[in-house]
């Protein structure tokens, strides 16, 4: 399975039968690109869930909402969307058991491939929520992003020294603000 980070689900559930017909906001939006690489981490389990998704929030400037899109490696090769290993710049996660990944080769003939797996992926959510079994789109509030990241810090997990200034500043204010509610 490999986790991405998309910027809000509505979105994703938006893609088309006909991938091609998909607004070029939606294509931007779910897949902005550096060197024709889309970031992916890579996990074995549900269990892993956690540490990719710290892994793709912790390198931002602030907490915020975050959305994810679970997807299955089969679904991927399905659509010929090809992907390799790359370290990552930061290790964020100590001993995480997320590896970091690149779907390769994202151009204008590969994205309705892209976006087909992201469908493939959201019709499968939608028959696993009437089942409700897990789920491949999960979304996270701030305070529930917050209170994950407060978590995994108090435990240990975070390589503090790699977070951004501002990062560390949004987390101080958020473990105190979540202090005062409590």
């Known amino acids: 399975m490999f986790v991405r ?3 809000n689900v509505s979105t994703i559930k938006s893609i088309p039968d006909h991938c091609e017909e998909t607004v070029i906001g939606i294509v931007y939006a779910e897949m902005r690109t550096r060197d024709d690489k889309l970031s ?14 710290l892994s793709i929030i912790l390198p931002k400037n602030r907490i915020d909402d975050a959305a994810f899109l679970v997807i299955e490696e089969d679904v ?5 969307i090809t992907y390799e290993p790359e370290k990552p ?6 001993k995480s058991k997320a590896e970091h990944y690149n779907m390769t080769n994202i151009c204008i003939g590969s994205a309705p491939d892209v976006l087909r797996a992201y469908k493939t992926m959201c019709t499968i959510e939608e028959e696993r ?15 529930q992003a917050g209170d994950y990241i407060i978590d995994a810090c108090e435990k240990g997990k975070v390589n503090i020294s790699e977070l951004s200034t501002e990062m560390k500043k949004s987390i101080e204010k958020y473990k105190t603000t979540r202090e005062m509610n409590q």
């Open 89 to 94: 710049t930061k290790e964020y996660i100590i």
């Open 5 to 7: 980070g998309i910027s």
């Open 76 to 80: 991927l090769k399905q659509y010929n």
């Open 40 to 53: 992916v981490w890579k996990i074995e389990d549900a269990d892993d869930f956690l540490d990719a998704a």
């Open 129 to 143: 929520e009437e089942a409700q079994e897990e789920k491949y789109i999960v979304s996270w509030t701030h305070d």
